[in-house]
Nanobody
Framework: QVQLVESGGGLVQAGGSLRLSCVAS????????MGWFRQAPGKERELIAA????????YYADSMKGRFTISRDNAKNTVYLQMNSLKPEDTAVYYC?????????????????WGQGTQVTVSS
């Protein structure tokens, strides 16, 4: 089993920045995919960034390119999501997820493990 715990969410003004963290514990693995999803009220959960370090593959949703950056500290078993130039439409619950597969997929059901989520609210 893998446990994922997110932190770093909060309230920020438009144009501001936040850094989300996801600490993995338990049966951690370095060859799979780590991703960040978000879900806004009334909307489906969407993949916004993911990285498969063992094959050097990274994915960003189009609306996040240039604003969000996913990174990882293997020594700390932690994945980060740096979010800059935040917009009110970025308001959502953000989830960290892990997939045993090296191939990045945007489908939530393909991810094996999930964190509890952290709320990000961007005010205008």
């Amino acid at each position: 089993q893998v446990q994922l715990v997110e932190s770093g969410g909060g309230l920020v003004q438009a144009g501001g920045s936040l850094r989300l963290s996801c600490v993995a514990s338990g049966r951690t693995f370095s060859t799979g995919t780590m991703g960040w999803f978000r879900q806004a009220p009334g909307k489906e959960r969407e993949l916004i960034a993911a990285n498969s370090w063992s094959i050097g593959s990274t994915y960003y949703a189009d609306s996040m390119k240039g604003r969000f950056t996913i990174s990882r500290d293997n020594a700390k078993n932690t994945v980060y999501l740096q979010m800059n130039s935040l917009k009110p439409e970025d308001t959502a619950v953000y989830y960290c997820a892990a997939d045993r597969s090296r191939l990045i997929t945007t489908t939530p059901r393909n991810y094996n493990y999930w964190g509890q989520g952290t709320q990000v609210t961007v005010s205008s």
